[in-house]
């Protein structure tokens, strides 16, 4: 196993935490000098903030360990391609690499639709490697939205059961 392996593996603990409360499954982690110093899942619905996803989650913990927004020397690994607002924080924070583990072809904008992370219009850019135990990062989204859509089904006709 890599050390992107192993780390991506941390960032799916973190996405079944958000699963476990019914949010999307997406996970994170930050690791400086083979060191976990942040974790983050989402939890938008959870907090009702726009602003927990699980990516922004760990930077806020990573700057706390380092004592600055600056995580320079920094590896984010994160199961789903950022959106536009982590992709534009993590180049904020100047992360230099970035290790994702699948596409968002929706919202991505680490290469997706945009690719702001290796924009170089930018004072920074982060290396960006894709497709990291992506199958894994893929099939967790797939089995959460696949329960959630026989879920709303079941739900749906139990409603219009009990009005008839």
Known sequence: MTLDEKYMREALKQARKAMKIGEVPIGCVIVY?????????????TD???????????????????????????????????????????????????????MNPKAGCGGSILNLLEMKEFNHQAEVVRGVLEEDCSRILKDFFGDLRKRLKTEKAEKLRDSQ
């Not at 000098?33 to 619905?45: L, S």
């Not at 994160?78 to 904020?92: K, N, S, W």
């Open 33 to 45: 000098e083979d060191r976990i110093i942040g974790r983050g899942y989402n939890r938008r619905n």
């Open 48 to 102: 009702k903030s726009t602003f927990s996803h699980a990516e922004i989650t760990a930077m806020k913990k990573a700057g706390r360990v380092i004592g600055d927004w600056r995580l320079e020397e920094c590896t984010l690994y994160v199961t789903l391609e950022p959106c536009q607002m982590c992709a534009g924080a993590i180049i904020q924070a100047r992360i230099p690499r970035v290790v994702m583990g699948c």
